[in-house]
């Protein structure tokens, strides 16, 4: 691959669409509301593993159930836990709710349990902080946490592993006896399978009845298989059922009407009250409450060689992000084996808590943004009378343009949530509010101005402004050959009922080409070009390309580059080819976020599944000794 034309600047398309369906609105029950207003909580990841210090998962590496047992588990010592300390952590971060690893995927309980499946190898003992390790037989630090919560108001919430490595009842996956638990445990019969969902529902009524929980977390049901299924007739570790999720979830209502849980009783299959996005916001609002988990470094459970913690501004993009798509944020800390926080998430907590003191208006109660693409500059939410821009890059020429409300959304006054006597001015004309800021960032952290408006902020209609451009050559093209030669641009417009549709074409060097007002660009000079379409409906809009001229054949696209069809991409499958080398060439495909979706190797040709790939813009990368190209590509 040659450097000079290997790196093609892509369109920068750094508004996120959002698709109309996702729009529509649900209704949230009356016993979600405190979990829907409430937007941000905490995670708790603490188990006998946090006595290792190398994260949650631990047990998987090699250890017998006995190994570990009796080398980590009995060893566990949490000591300085302070259920104080942390309630009152999560209250001063503005987290209003909890939720603490009751139970992951050792096996090991946190709380005292009177359920005796749950025992040591040996038998002799519960499998739990009280009765298995040294730990202070009067204290129970579940019970303690609760108390805490209790007292400063923030709602106390339990995790628990189905899959349970520990039990008697479930043994290694078949072929990794020797690496580990690997993903999945293995039932030993289906009568095993039936004792012990007995028990864990004798443990979650236990939970239920001791620490009245406000909702319960579940986690490990991906022992499972879709669809009816026999026990043992196609692979014996995959025992979870989508019928033994729903039965879960109706016992639970059964004993308590009002508990809330995610989904995660048998995932991906609409149970539970709401969705679970793993450590990655979703693109966009989802068609139920959704809530992301997310650590604050690279672990659940305390590793104490993870040091790679997110800066404050990155924590509160995060959160701001969910609530402007409609989602909760549950950020994670992972106490030391002696109960105490980290140092770093204490130093992140407080930073957040420090912006939510002047901020969390716009966050709690907060919905999704009105509209229905993202802002370069940052993000909206919303609640009754107020719009909220939350703005992470400051305009540098003192002007701040938000889409105009619905006509009904009367604009009562302007003004920065750090600030709330100063009144900004603006005007609202041609489809934008044109807010008056100052020069000086008010916080770099985050600045939020609000717009105090009459009712629920609504975008207009009346102005269908466009939100992304896409620029390609005519028939995938990014080189002309030979001085003279021409190539025609090709605008694609997001939405495609914009009011004003036409752009403006400018190069970037007009002595290597110049370009004409319908975007026919003609080479002078050999080199190459960013060919630019602004949009001319004032909304900053813009796409870009890069264009190289050459003066010969060599650099005909059509032998030395990436190509990557059918682009657009609408049959689920999307062709990369490479055709002049026989190099093992690595690719990835990402998000306008930045989020790997896939990636992997080829060498000149390989067809990837687009199964996973949401409606919308994407980069496709391929990189070869160093030297890359980039193509965008969008999925319908
Ligand atoms: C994954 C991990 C688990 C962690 C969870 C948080 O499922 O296996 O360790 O608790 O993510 O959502």
Not at 95 to 104: E, F, G
Not at 238 to 254: E, H, I, M, P, S
Not at 312 to 332: F, P
Not at 403 to 424: H, Q, V
Request: hydrophobic share 35%.
């Amino acid at each position: 691959m040659k450097k000079s034309h290997a790196y093609l600047v892509v369109t920068l398309l750094l508004t996120m669409l959002l698709s109309q369906n996702a729009m529509a609105q649900y209704t949230i029950p009356a016993k979600m509301n405190w979990w829907y207003e409430s937007r941000f909580g905490m995670f708790i990841h603490f188990g006998s593993y946090s006595y290792l210090a190398k994260g949650e998962w631990a047990m998987n590496n090699g250890y017998s159930k006995n190994d570990y047992q009796t080398q980590v588990s009995s060893k566990f010592n949490p000591v300085k836990f302070n259920g104080g300390t942390i309630a009152r952590l999560a209250k001063n971060a503005g987290m209003r709710y909890l939720v603490i690893t009751a139970k992951h995927h050792e096996g090991f309980c946190m709380w005292p349990t009177a359920v005796k499946s749950f025992k040591s190898i040996d038998t002799t003992k519960l499998y739990d902080l009280r009765e298995y390790t040294a730990f202070d037989k009067k204290r129970d630090i579940i019970k303690e946490l609760k108390d805490s919560c209790d007292a400063v108001g923030v709602k106390f919430c339990l995790y628990y592993s189905i899959l349970d490595w520990n039990h008697p009842s479930q043994l290694r996956s078949p072929g990794n006896d020797k690496n580990g638990w690997y993903t999945y445990s293995t039932l030993t019969s289906a009568s095993a399978k039936a004792n012990y969902i007995a028990d864990m529902k004798a443990q979650l009524k236990e939970l239920i009845d001791n620490y009245h929980p406000a909702l319960l977390w579940f986690d490990g049901d991906w022992t499972y298989q879709y669809g009816d299924y026999t026990y043992g007739v196609t692979s014996p570790d995959k025992w979870w059922t989508k019928a033994d999720g729903v039965d879960l979830q109706n016992y639970l209502r059964g004993l308590d009407p009002n508990l809330l849980m995610n989904e995660r009783v048998f995932r991906s299959a609409g149970l539970g009250d709401w969705d679970c996005s793993e450590g990655s916001t979703l693109g966009s609002p989802n068609s139920r409450p959704w809530e992301t988990c997310q650590t604050m470094n690279e672990s659940w459970g305390y590793n104490s060689t993870d040091n790679k913690y997110k800066t404050t501004k990155a924590l509160i993009l995060e959160l701001v992000q969910n609530v402007s798509r409609d989602g909760n944020y549950l950020l994670n800390i992972g106490p030391k084996g002696d109960g105490t926080v980290p140092t770093q998430s204490i130093t992140a907590l407080n930073a957040v808590g420090d912006w939510m003191k002047t901020n969390s208006s716009s966050i709690y109660g907060a919905t999704r943004s009105p509209f229905l693409s993202e802002p370069t500059w940052g993000l909206y939410t919303k609640k009754s009378g107020k719009l909220f821009a939350h703005v992470f890059t400051w305009p540098t020429n003192g002007l701040l343009k938000v889409p105009t409300l619905t006509s009904t959304n009367t604009i009562r006054k302007i003004y920065l949530l750090n600030d709330t006597t100063t009144l900004l001015n603006y005007k609202d004309s041609l489809g934008y509010i044109r807010i008056s800021v100052p020069a000086n960032v008010p916080n770099p952290t985050g600045s939020v101005v609000v717009i105090d408006v009459a009712g629920l902020p609504k975008a207009s209609t009346q102005y269908s402004k466009i939100t992304a451009i896409s620029v390609t050559g005519q028939g995938g093209l990014t080189t002309i050959t030979g001085v003279g030669g021409t190539l025609q641009m090709v605008r694609t417009l997001t939405p495609t009922n914009a009011t004003n549709k036409t752009v403006t074409w400018t190069v970037s060097d007009t002595t290597v080409a110049t370009i004409s007002i319908s975007g026919l660009v003609t080479a002078k000079k050999a080199g190459s070009v960013t060919v630019t379409a602004t949009a001319n409906d004032d909304s900053d809009i813009f796409g870009k390309m890069q264009i190289i001229v050459g003066t010969s054949a060599t650099l005909n696209p059509q032998t030395s580059s990436l190509k990557v069809y059918p682009n657009p991409a609408n049959n689920g499958t999307v062709h990369l080819q490479y055709d002049n080398s026989s190099d093992l060439i690595s690719y990835s495909l990402a998000d306008l976020m930045g989020r790997e979706k896939l990636k992997g190797t080829f060498t000149n040709h390989t067809t990837l599944n687009l199964a996973n790939c949401k409606q919308g813009i994407y980069m496709v990368k391929i990189e070869n000794k160093g030297d890359r190209e980039v193509r965008k590509l969008l999925v319908n």
